[in-house]
T-cell receptor, first 114, second 115 residues
Framework: DQQVKQNSPSLSVQEGRISILNCDYT??????FLWYKKYPAEGPTFLIS?????DKNEDGRFTVFLNKSAKHLSLHIVPSQPGDSAVYFC?????????????FGTGTRLQVTL | GAVVSQHPSWVICKSGTSVKIECRSL??????MFWYRQFPKQSLMLMAT?????????EQGVEKDKFLINHASLTLSTLTVTSAHPEDSSFYIC???????????FGPGTRLTVT
């Protein structure tokens, strides 16, 4: 049962344009969402997160939007740069006090072209 | 964010042998560490949650006798793959998390190849 889904396995965007990566979830108990960036043969790097009480969080070129009613979140990267080319994972969590597990999506490979 | 190291970054072993992977927190004493594995072009699958001084909590379907986890100190957790088989070949990644936080910070991963 895939509780977090990224339906686009890949995305190609021109440098300077906006990249939009999408993520859907099914578990209404999730109360925190995160985006990670991953290069091959490396561990994921934390990018940005959002609490379920918000609908938008911005950090530099990265903005995450959350639509709770649709159980959908998206990551916007503006402007896209060649160095952004990587696999992006969304993750969701339920607060459990001392340790909160993350459920990851399947990832979207972003390629930013010149 | 936090800094996590893993050792080794890459290991090849023969079928039937055991391999130990170390995960160290370099800048803060993590309350909880997690172990994941990732198959090519697939998502990260949580294997177990590790807390200092207590037994690890394994996810459903993960054999605890095969994947031994020890968390002897706040900064070090180890994963031992016992009696490794070719199907255990994968990318193993650890992460750390402070108590009460959601964010996890990941190590660089360990590529295990069992021949």
């Amino acid at each position: 049962d895939q509780q977090v889904k990224q339906n686009s396995p890949s995305l190609s965007v021109q440098e300077g344009r906006i990249s939009i990566l999408n993520c859907d979830y099914t578990n209404s108990m999730f109360d925190y969402f995160l985006w990670y960036k991953k290069y091959p043969a490396e561990g994921p790097t934390f990018l940005i997160s959002i609490s379920s009480i918000k609908d938008k969080n911005e950090d530099g070129r990265f903005t995450v939007f959350l639509n709770k009613s649709a159980k959908h979140l998206s990551l916007h990267i503006v402007p896209s740069q060649p160095g952004d080319s990587a696999v992006y994972f969304c993750a969701a969590s339920v607060f459990r006090g001392t340790a909160s597990k993350l459920t990851f999506g399947t990832g979207t490979r972003l390629q930013v072209t010149l | 964010g936090a800094v996590v190291s893993q050792h080794p970054s890459w290991v090849i072993c023969k079928s039937g042998t055991s391999v130990k992977i170390e995960c160290r927190s370099l800048d803060f004493q993590a309350t909880t560490m997690f172990w994941y594995r990732q198959f090519p072009k697939q998502s990260l699958m949580l294997m177990a949650t590790s807390n200092e001084g207590s037994k690890a909590t394994y996810e459903q379907g993960v054999e605890k006798d095969k994947f031994l986890i020890n968390h002897a100190s706040l900064t070090l957790s180890t994963l031992t793959v016992t009696s490794a088989h070719p199907e255990d070949s994968s990318f193993y990644i650890c992460s750390e998390q402070l108590a009460g936080a959601y964010e996890q910070y990941f190590g660089p991963g360990t590529r295990l190849t069992v021949t």
